[in-house]
């Protein structure tokens, strides 16, 4: 698991109060249990400061799985 995985898997774990979340890059919110509309902004939010980027408002929805937002998080992070 590279270093980007680790930190999102830690990022979603806190937020959604999971310690069981795993993520694969096909998993979408319908896949894991608490990860509703609430929780996706507080994720983002949160993925933001734990990655030093930031999300323009189109990015905070558009993503489609968790593999096209850890790809965009690697790019962006370095």
């Not at 109060?17 to 509703?36: C, F, I, M, N, S």
């Not at 980027?53 to 370095?78: I, Y």
């Amino acid at each position: 698991m590279s270093d980007v995985d680790e930190r999102m898997v830690q990022v979603f774990r806190e937020v959604l109060g999971r310690e069981d979340v795993q993520l694969e890059d096909r998993t979408t919110a319908a896949d894991v249990p608490g990860w509703d509309s609430l929780a996706h902004i507080n994720i983002m939010y949160s993925l933001e400061a734990e990655f030093g980027v930031r999300f323009s408002d189109e990015q905070l929805t558009s993503f489609q799985d968790v593999g096209e937002l850890r790809r965009f998080l690697a790019s962006e992070a370095g």
